[in-house]
């Protein structure tokens, strides 16, 4: 069964650290780009950053960039979060997108998703 589950969500103080994991079973996730979502509450998902598996390439998003970090090892990918915002409170989701995609920041093409982890940044 192919599955990505997310992991490391939680509650931190503004100006805090998390590391959020997404470790993949059913398939090998070195061949797929990987991508990390975010949906705050009431507002629509976006992509923050991704992992281009046909050229090694990273992404990150203005808004996150500095303090986001992607990375993978084997079968899981990680996205390290500093220096926690506010406004970084979301539900956070990672995805694949099917083999083939040459750009890993074409986000309408992701079709495997997790079921998400909530982070809440607030003192």
């Known amino acids: 069964q192919v599955q990505l589950v997310e992991s490391g969500g939680g509650l931190v103080q503004p100006g805090g650290s998390l590391k959020l994991s997404c470790k993949a079973s059913g398939f090998s996730l070195d061949s797929y780009s990987i991508g990390w979502f975010r949906q705050p509450p009431g507002k629509e998902r976006e992509g923050i950053s991704c992992?281009?598996?046909?050229?090694?390439s990273t992404y990150v998003a203005e808004s996150v960039k500095g303090r986001f970090t992607i990375s993978r090892d084997r079968n899981t990918a990680f996205l390290e979060m500093n220096s926690l915002k506010p406004e970084d409170s979301a539900t956070y989701y990672c995805?694949?997108?099917?083999?083939?995609?040459?750009?890993?920041?074409?986000?309408?093409?992701?079709?495997?998703w997790g079921q998400g982890t909530q982070v809440a940044v607030s003192s």
């Open positions: 995805a694949t997108q099917p083999l083939g995609i040459k750009l890993c920041t074409i986000w309408n093409r992701y079709d495997t």
């Open positions: 992992i281009d598996s046909t050229y090694g």
